[in-house]
């Protein structure tokens, strides 16, 4: 009788603890935003009521509070707060180097340093980016060594006018000089500049602009050849000849500008329309004013018949009237 009551209670008990025990789990737990890691990898991801695990900082961060607790603690299905929280590791800022200097995005992981070389000077070797790294920059500085530049470039129908040399420093000038009798067209000076090249582009030795051949036309302004620059000339297509592009041109650094313009014949219809246009308005008017052939055979058929009629009217009103008038003749003789 004592079991029938006692030992049911003993498993409801005993299930209800199992139950309880099963329940109070906590998953794997996540503080990204806190920049932190498990200091250990665990593969599970459930862990019981009252399991503990432990944090670090990411790579290139530190605490904020170094006597923050690094632990949190499965409570039922919760964890305890964790008191941890990691910033970026300052790396310092880069000191100016010989003859050059950092351009920084910050000085905290991560952050990236330029270097740049002051005026006159170029980097020797190639560009390398320095990065704040979890234990500091990375790399070491430059080496800014002085601009030089190669010897100028020749130019056609020019020289320079000192001996060249086999390089230049930083804004050493040279200057150039045409051939007798040639136009020298841009900066006849160009100076050694930071990037290690002459600079502006070598000027040109202007010879003039060919002589144009424009077929079917003439000359109606402008000069003979030889063209030098600034010369112009104007052209007029002779008669039966339409132009195609424009008829003063001028002589320019690069040629003529624009380019030359052409004369081509006109077709067909359009001269038989010109010459229709000479006619004058007149004519114009005229065609425009006269009636159709069949119209006029018309008017031509109704005036003839309106005269016929009238005709016979008139014939047949002087027969009667002839005939009236002898009959009264008749009557006025005496008997």
């Not at 800022?93 to 200097?101: P, W, Y």
């Not at 144009?212 to 036309?217: D, E, G, I, Y």
């Amino acid at each position: 009788m004592g079991c029938k009551v006692l030992c049911p209670s003993v498993a409801l008990l005993a299930y209800l603890m199992i139950c309880q025990h099963i329940r109070a789990q906590c998953t794997q737990p996540s503080f990204a935003s806190r920049n932190v890691i498990l200091t250990a990898d665990l593969s599970t991801q459930s862990f019981s009521d009252g399991s503990t695990v432990t944090f670090q900082c990411e790579i290139g961060h530190r605490p904020v509070n170094s006597g923050a607790s690094k632990s949190v603690t499965c409570k039922g299905t919760q964890w305890t707060n964790l008191e941890l929280n990691c910033t970026r590791k300052s790396c310092g800022s880069l000191q100016d180097f010989l003859n050059g200097r950092y351009e920084m995005s910050g000085n905290l992981f991560g952050d990236t340093a330029k270097p740049v070389c002051n005026k006159g000077y170029m980097l020797a070797g190639k560009e390398t980016t320095r990065t704040c790294r979890d234990g500091g920059w990375d790399g070491r500085d430059p080496v800014c060594e002085p601009v030089k530049c190669s010897p100028p470039l020749a130019i056609e129908n020019g020289e320079l006018v000192e001996v060249p040399l086999e390089s230049y420093d930083y804004l050493d000038a040279v200057s150039y000089r045409c051939n007798p009798g040639l136009n020298l067209i841009g900066q006849s000076t160009l100076h050694c500049s930071e990037d290690g090249t002459f600079k502006p582009d070598p000027p040109k030795c202007f010879d003039g602009c060919p002589t144009p051949t424009v077929t079917n036309a003439k000359r109606i302004g402008g000069k003979s050849p030889p063209y030098k620059l600034g010369n112009f000339i104007q052209y007029k297509c002779e008669d039966g000849y339409e132009m195609k592009g424009e008829a003063y041109i001028v002589c320019r650094a690069n040629g003529w500008d624009p380019e030359e313009p052409s004369c081509n014949a006109l077709s067909t219809t359009t001269t038989t329309t010109a010459v229709t246009s000479k006619k004058g308005k007149t004519d114009e008017n005229t065609k425009g004013s006269s009636f159709p052939t069949w119209a006029i055979v018309v008017i031509c058929v109704v005036l003839g018949i309106v005269v016929a009629v009238v005709s016979l009217v008139y014939v047949n009103y002087r027969k009667k009237r002839s005939e009236h008038v002898k009959v009264e003749k008749e009557e006025d003789q005496p008997l």
